[in-house]
């Protein structure tokens, strides 16, 4: 697993650490289809939840709640269209994908976790 990889795996820990904390229930990590992949799924209540989640090392190049391109945007949504087609049993459940944002201090460690919810929605 590459530094990159590594780096990523543990922003998606620590986010999902966060929404189990606030009483979310984990679906699927890491979930791959043809379209894409889907960080998290997750039950945020009765609604069903993708959330992408980007980690950032400080704030030099941009913060990371800014980084998701209207392609990759547009990339989510045909991911968790695939997702729902595939799995019949949340069908008829409300959706969105949201969006947890990790910056990074030059330790290392967490200093800022934002939670953008329903992020990325269709035009």
């Given at each position: 697993?590459?530094?990159?990889?590594?780096?990523?795996?543990?922003?998606?820990?620590?986010?999902?650490?966060?929404?189990?904390?606030?009483?979310?229930q984990l679906l699927e990590r890491n979930w791959r289809g043809t379209s894409g992949e889907l960080d998290l799924i997750a039950l945020d209540g009765e609604v069903l939840v993708a959330v992408e989640v980007k980690l950032r090392r400080g704030d030099a190049f941009g913060a990371a709640e800014e980084t998701v391109s209207p392609a990759q945007a547009e990339r989510l949504l045909r991911t968790v269209s695939?997702?729902?087609?595939?799995?019949?049993?949340?069908?008829d459940r409300l959706w969105r994908v949201d969006l947890i944002a990790l910056t990074l201090d030059e330790r290392g460690r967490v200093a800022r976790l934002t939670h953008l919810p329903n992020a990325i929605v269709s035009c």
């Amino acid at each position: 697993m590459t530094r990159q990889r590594r780096l990523g795996a543990r922003g998606e820990t620590r986010a999902l650490a966060w929404l189990q904390e606030r009483g979310w229930q984990l679906l699927e990590r890491n979930w791959r289809g043809t379209s894409g992949e889907l960080d998290l799924i997750a039950l945020d209540g009765e609604v069903l939840v993708a959330v992408e989640v980007k980690l950032r090392r400080g704030d030099a190049f941009g913060a990371a709640e800014e980084t998701v391109s209207p392609a990759q945007a547009e990339r989510l949504l045909r991911t968790v269209s695939e997702y729902l087609f595939t799995h019949p049993e949340h069908c008829d459940r409300l959706w969105r994908v949201d969006l947890i944002a990790l910056t990074l201090d030059e330790r290392g460690r967490v200093a800022r976790l934002t939670h953008l919810p329903n992020a990325i929605v269709s035009c």
